[in-house]
């Protein structure tokens, strides 16, 4: 089965189309990630497979509930990390992570758990008690992940995760991903070329709201014609741009 | 029902955190109480004008506290939409009526407690001044007041879903200026009476405050305490109604 369906998905805002009629499946427990500059398409694409925006168009399903007509059934198996950060910002760390396990239900001992698992996950056992709106931009997004992580999502959605970290935070990130590839769905969205080549299975470049290709990096090559995925990128997202 | 308690917990701490809150929740109404027990002392007996002796004042100051977590509430909603916490919470299990009972609960909870403050000061002022204040009053008052402490709240939300962070403080000024006028918290007007007495019996802040000085002062009459506390209770549910609809169609429309 597909963790994503999407087929001729479509939104239009007035007198703009910000995705034009993409198809593609991403494979239960897959890394998929939506490589594009400024303005492609990539949150529009995120916010209506979450649910956060209906599209004008097409068909979109995520492990097989229609995300217009079953959002409810969406919306207990997904996760999203905003493209900007969002907190809780008079919580603390611990505060913010319990308050999403307590949306979903969880028990006592789970909420604890899980609670505890995040933090060490994402290293902030030292921030652990300080109030969201104290802390840096980096931690923020990573408390912002770890949000999205807790409720134990079957496919998770990050918008630019680690836009605005430095070099080595980055990193730690990419680490924290890492561990999860294979045990969840997970579609994210970037501009880093090094970004998507060491996280992703699958990658889709998108040039103007559409989908300009779609494989591995080895298939985005040989498709392109160049070595990397950095050149790969520019032949391909120059060609749809010639048409 | 978890997620409405999780979501009033994170609600209530987040205004507990906020020092503003302290200032103009608590330190405001116990200033006003004060300010105008002094302004009481200076009135000459002669005048005969009691609108500011304690028994008067504090269920006065009590509505016009609840005026405040109006603005309260509406900076609190209107800030979370403005930012992306509630994109992220839109796309979890929570429904519009969690947000709604998640943002009104806690706010009814810090009314109360508003209120407490309110009355325990004006009994101290009552102790000094040698003026009777029942305390089975006060703590009638208390109850009474919920219905009105719902409406300012279900205004709030109301300002907080219309306007953005910038414009709904502005709307929420206005009605805490007007409604405490026209409430008739800061001047006696029973006895003024003609257009103004009018004007203030069309608007709903009048009969708050009118539950709000009946209730304290054990008088249980249908003019002064059934017919009022009834027309707060109905302006309650139908703001909270309004409020409650106007949310949930915003909250489609964000997510159109
Ligand atoms: N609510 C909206 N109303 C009108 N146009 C919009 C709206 N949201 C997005 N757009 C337009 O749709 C296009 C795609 O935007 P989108 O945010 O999906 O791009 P993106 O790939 O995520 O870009 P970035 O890398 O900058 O985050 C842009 O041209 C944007 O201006
Ligand atoms: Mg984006």
Request: charged share 20%; aromatic share 8%; net charge positive.
């Amino acid at each position: 089965m597909y963790s994503v369906e999407v087929k001729n998905l479509t939104k239009k805002y007035k007198n703009k189309t910000a995705v034009d009629s993409i198809s593609f499946t991403v494979k239960s427990r897959e890394l998929f990630a939506l490589l594009g500059v400024n303005g492609a398409g990539k949150t529009t694409t995120i916010r209506m497979l979450s649910c956060l925006s209906a599209p004008t168009d097409g068909f979109a399903a995520v492990n097989g509930h229609n995300c217009i007509k079953n959002s409810d059934d969406v919306k207990k198996e997904i996760s999203i990390s905003p493209q900007e950060t969002s907190v809780a910002e008079n919580l603390t760390v611990r505060e913010n992570l319990r308050f999403i396990a307590e949306v979903y239900g969880f028990s006592k001992e789970k909420i604890k758990l899980r609670t505890d698992k995040m933090i060490n996950l994402f290293n902030m056992h030292d921030i652990a008690d300080s109030r969201a709106k104290t802390l840096s931009g980096g931690w923020k997004r990573k408390l912002s992940i770890a949000m999205a992580l807790i409720s134990e999502p079957k496919v998770l959605f990050l918008d630019e995760p680690t836009l605005g970290l430095d070099v080595l935070a980055r990193r730690e990130l990419w680490t924290a991903i890492e561990s999860l590839k294979g045990k969840i769905t997970i579609i994210l969205t970037t501009h880093y070329m090094e970004e998507a080549e060491k996280l992703s299975d699958t990658i889709a470049v998108m040039v103007g709201g559409k989908i300009a290709a779609m494989g591995t990096l080895a298939e985005l090559e040989k498709i392109s014609g160049q070595t990397g995925l950095e050149n790969a990128f520019v032949a391909i997202a120059e060609r749809s741009a010639d048409k | 029902m978890n997620r409405i308690s999780a979501f009033a917990k994170r609600n209530f701490k987040e205004l507990l955190r906020d020092p503003l809150s302290y200032i103009f929740c608590l330190g405001f109404p116990i200033i006003m109480l004060i300010v105008m027990t002094l302004v009481n002392e200076s009135i000459p007996a002669e005048a005969g004008m009691t609108i500011f002796r304690i028994d008067n004042l504090a269920g006065g100051i009590a509505v016009f506290g609840q005026t405040f977590t109006m603005l309260f509430t509406a900076l609190t909603i209107s800030k979370d939409r403005s930012g992306a916490f509630l994109v992220r919470m839109y796309a979890s299990p929570m429904k519009s009526g969690d947000f709604i009972a998640g943002y009104i609960f806690p706010m009814m909870l810090i009314s109360i407690i508003q209120c407490v403050v309110t009355y325990t000061a004006g009994l101290v002022i009552a102790l000094i001044t040698g003026v009777e204040l029942n305390i089975g009053g006060l703590l009638l008052s208390l109850i009474c007041l919920v219905p009105s402490s719902v409406m300012f709240i279900g205004l709030g939300l109301l300002f907080g879903t219309l306007f953005n962070e910038k414009a709904a403080p502005g709307f929420c000024s206005l009605v805490i200026s007007l409604g405490s006028f026209l409430g008739g918290i800061w001047f006696d007007a029973e006895s003024t009476g003609g257009v103004m007495l009018k004007i203030c019996k069309v608007l709903p802040f009048w009969y708050c405050t009118k539950t709000a000085r009946s209730s304290t002062a054990l008088k249980f009459g249908n003019d002064e305490f059934v017919i009022p506390l009834v027309i707060t209770a109905v302006c309650a549910a139908a703001v909270t109604v309004i409020a409650s609809l106007a949310f949930r169609s915003k909250m489609k429309a964000d997510l159109s």
